[in-house]
């Protein structure tokens, strides 16, 4: 097959949309198709797309305004040209709402199939950042995925809001993980002195600060005695977080191995926010061993299986994720029950497994439009 990914973001950027898209472009080289990528152009330059599986086509974009680490796509004709160019047999859309937007429309022009991958709460997003707009967020949703053949819901809790907002043909499709990368002999014992030189239990967030990701809430964690949170990831709350939570250690932005050796330094992992349609990162510490606290709502609760590879409590509740912290740091052979059974767990969600899984959604979309078609 030969499909073009029109993403929102991708590689050097560091977020679940790129990470996707980037995992889905490897599965379809590695497997003998020929994929292309459509993305808006970043600050720094092309020198990462030489890395790239697969060719990559940049459309110019502009930074959003106060979070210049996220950047939009502006009008080109370079998506249409680019499905056109690579003659394509399929447009994988993944999360859109502005460039994908285009690629739907471009799609739907030359007749040619698309499959809509929903990755992003955009109406949690909306109350969180104007406080409104919510209902504006679904109606743009629903006209980008209800052009689509075929929707594709990372969880289902975001398959159940997709349909109870009128969102047609939706399947699953989780996300994988690199059980390779991510696992348990990582574990870095200098690392942990570096991070806490007492011996303290380390509380882990790995992910973007951002509003949306309500990091302030492992505040009343910072304040237990022999707990020392650790917070990986940049973003614009940065400054205020480091207010909010006193004797954090903020290590920035990591990737790799580096990020990997974190993880699996880590004593418990704790996500905040509660408008995650899956949350890799939840993913990345039960394959690294670690038990997780998360909230009761979106990707989390297919994830995380409460008492048994970690604790989900209400969200936005930072008494329960510091009463949950305690729990865990009061009894290290939970920590290691929970922790042993995410890694069990999360073995078999490779990135191969659901990558042809998604090669199954795209065969049946291109059966339907032949059987359409005849």
Same mark, same amino acid.
């Given at each position: 097959?030969?499909?073009?990914?029109?993403?929102?973001?991708?590689?050097p950027?560091?977020?679940?949309?790129?990470?996707? &898209?980037?995992?889905t472009?490897?599965?379809?080289?590695?497997?003998?198709?020929?994929?292309?990528?459509?993305?808006?152009?970043?600050?720094a330059?092309?020198?990462?797309?030489?890395?790239?599986?697969?060719?990559? *086509?940049?459309?110019?974009s502009?930074?959003?305004p106060?979070?210049?680490?996220?950047r939009?796509?502006?009008?080109?004709?370079? *998506?249409? /040209?680019a499905?056109?160019?690579?003659?394509?047999d399929?447009?994988?859309l993944?999360?859109? $709402? *502005?460039?994908?937007v285009?690629?739907?429309a471009a799609?739907?022009?030359?007749?040619?199939?698309?499959?809509?991958?929903y990755? @992003?709460?955009?109406?949690?997003?909306?109350r969180t950042?104007? +406080?409104?707009?919510?209902?504006a967020?679904?109606?743009?949703?629903?006209?980008?995925?209800?052009? &689509?053949?075929?929707?594709?819901?990372?969880s289902?809790?975001?398959l159940h809001?997709?349909e109870?907002?009128?969102?047609?043909?939706?399947?699953?499709?989780?996300?994988?993980?690199? @059980?390779?990368? $991510?696992?348990?002999d +990582?574990?870095?014992? &200098?690392?942990?002195?570096?991070?806490?030189?007492?011996?303290?239990l380390?509380?882990?967030?790995?992910?973007?600060l951002?509003?949306?990701?309500?990091?302030?809430?492992?505040?009343? /964690?910072?304040?237990?005695?022999?707990?020392?949170?650790v917070?990986?990831g940049?973003?614009?709350?940065?400054?205020?977080?480091?207010?909010?939570?006193p004797?954090?250690?903020?290590?920035?932005?990591?990737?790799? +191995?580096?990020?990997?050796?974190?993880?699996?330094?880590?004593?418990?992992?704790?996500?905040?926010?509660? $408008?995650?349609?899956?949350c890799?990162?939840?993913?990345?510490?039960?394959?690294?061993?670690?038990?997780?606290?998360?909230?009761?709502?979106?990707?989390?609760?297919?994830l995380?299986?409460?008492?048994?590879?970690?604790?989900?409590?209400?969200p936005?509740?930072?008494?329960?994720?510091?009463?949950a912290v305690? @729990?865990?740091?009061?009894?290290?052979?939970?920590?290691?029950?929970?922790g042993?059974?995410?890694?069990? @767990?999360?073995?078999?969600?490779?990135?191969?497994?659901?990558?042809d899984?998604?090669?199954?959604?795209?065969?049946? *979309?291109l059966?339907?439009?032949?059987?359409? &078609?005849?």
């Open positions: 097959m030969r499909v073009v990914i029109v993403t929102e973001s991708f590689p950027d560091v977020n679940g949309v790129a990470h996707c &898209a980037l995992q472009a490897r599965h379809l080289a590695a497997r003998g198709h020929a994929p292309l990528v459509v993305a808006p152009a970043t600050a330059g092309t020198e990462a797309d030489a890395q790239a599986p697969c060719p990559v *086509v940049r459309v110019p502009l930074p959003l106060g979070y210049p680490q996220v939009v796509a502006l009008p080109s004709r370079r *998506v249409a /040209a499905i056109t160019d690579h003659r394509a399929l447009v994988h993944a999360s859109p $709402f *502005v460039l994908g285009r690629g739907m799609a739907a022009r030359l007749g040619i199939p698309a499959v809509a991958v990755q @992003t709460d955009l109406a949690g997003y909306a950042y104007v +406080h409104a707009g919510e209902g967020a679904w109606r743009r949703i629903r006209s980008v995925h209800a052009a &689509a053949d075929l929707t594709l819901a990372p289902s809790v975001a809001d997709l109870a907002h009128g969102i047609p043909r939706v399947k699953l499709w989780p996300r994988g993980v690199d @059980t390779v990368r $991510f696992r348990p +990582h574990r870095d014992e &200098a690392l942990r002195r570096e991070l806490a030189p007492n011996g303290e380390i509380v882990g967030y790995v992910g973007r951002a509003p949306e990701k309500q990091v302030e809430l492992l505040a009343g /964690a910072c304040a237990l005695d022999g707990v020392r949170v917070v990986v940049d973003g614009p709350s940065e400054p205020g977080l480091r207010e909010t939570l004797g954090a250690v903020f290590l920035g932005r990591r990737t790799g +191995h580096d990020l990997a050796r974190i993880f699996a330094s880590l004593d418990v992992f704790a996500h905040t926010g509660p $408008f995650e349609t899956f890799q990162t939840v993913q990345e510490a039960m394959a690294s061993g670690v038990p997780v606290i998360a909230p009761a709502a979106g990707g989390p609760l297919d995380v299986a409460h008492e048994r590879t970690g604790l989900l409590v209400p936005r509740d930072a008494d329960a994720v510091r009463d305690r @729990t865990l740091a009061g009894d290290p052979a939970l920590r290691a029950e929970y042993a059974a995410g890694r069990t @767990t999360v073995e078999g969600r490779t990135w191969e497994a659901v990558g899984q998604l090669i199954g959604h795209y065969a049946d *979309v059966s339907a439009r032949t059987v359409v &078609a005849a």
